[in-house]
């Protein structure tokens, strides 16, 4: 993950055209326009601003190798749902966005339009869409400064209003009586009292 995440951190601030090592450049608009819309731009950055292409790209070459096959395949079913609900659209990331959330509702399986379950190869399996909303989340919510990598500025972490400065501190017990820093609890009676 930590590869896909300086991946996409150094695509997105590369002034540089970004080349994608598993998608086409059409299917990297398509992945975009889907993840796009999974987390939107609004008052703060959404999964475009974070650059989650770039890390779902990276991650199909590496920790999500597995998943290659279902991202061809749902590419290509998802270009046959378009032509299905909007035949004047020629792509996903043509429709307007009204239609993109149509077209996304019809494949989450959870909502009550997604009656059937979508590129599902067998019950088990995970399905296109569910898979591309996990390695959205994933690529969007990355730590950003795991050794200077994660989405682009910790646009994620703005978004949900997570401070950078948080770290965990164990709290100082016995073991610690001999670091720096730890002093023993005075006694009762020394306590002001309130």
Same mark, same amino acid.
């Given at each position: 993950?930590? *590869?896909?995440?300086?991946?996409?951190?150094?695509?997105? #601030?590369?002034? *540089?055209?970004?080349?994608?090592?598993? /998608?086409? %450049?059409?299917?990297?608009?398509?992945?975009?326009?889907? $993840?796009?819309?999974?987390?939107?731009?609004?008052?703060?950055?959404?999964?475009?601003? !974070?650059?989650?292409?770039? /890390?779902?790209?990276?991650?199909?070459?590496?920790?999500?190798?597995?998943? #290659?096959?279902?991202?061809?395949?749902?590419?290509?079913?998802? #270009?046959?749902?378009?032509?299905?609900?909007? @035949?004047?659209?020629?792509?996903? $990331?043509?429709?307007?966005?009204?239609q993109q959330d149509q077209i996304l509702e019809s494949l989450d399986p959870q909502s009550p339009s997604g009656?059937?379950? @979508?590129?599902?190869? $067998? %019950?088990? !399996?995970? $399905? /296109? /869409?569910?898979?591309?909303?996990?390695?959205?989340i994933s690529g969007f919510l990355i730590d950003p400064d795991a050794n200077k990598r994660g989405n682009r500025d910790g646009a994620g972490w703005k978004a949900?209003?997570?401070?950078?400065?948080?770290?965990?501190?164990? @709290?100082?017990?016995?073991? &610690?009586? &001999?670091?720096?820093?730890?002093?023993?609890?005075?006694? !009762?009676?020394?306590? %002001?009292?309130?």
């Open positions: 993950m930590l *590869s896909a995440a300086t991946h996409a951190r150094g695509a997105v #601030q590369s002034a *540089s055209i970004a080349k994608f090592e598993f /998608f086409t %450049p059409e299917q990297a608009a398509e992945i975009d326009a889907i $993840s796009s819309r999974i987390i939107p731009t609004t008052d703060t950055p959404g999964a475009h601003e !974070a650059g989650v292409v770039f /890390f779902i790209d990276r991650a199909l070459v590496t920790f999500a190798k597995d998943d #290659q096959k279902l991202y061809a395949d749902g590419l290509h079913e998802l #270009q046959v749902r378009v032509h299905e609900m909007f @035949p004047a659209a020629n792509k996903f $990331s043509a429709a307007t966005l009204e009656g059937r379950r @979508p590129f599902r190869q $067998s %019950p088990g !399996a995970q $399905s /296109f /869409f569910e898979t591309i909303r996990v390695h959205t949900i209003g997570r401070e950078n400065e948080h770290m965990f501190m164990p @709290p100082f017990g016995y073991y &610690d009586k &001999d670091y720096p820093g730890w002093q023993p609890n005075p006694p !009762a009676a020394d306590k %002001p009292k309130t």
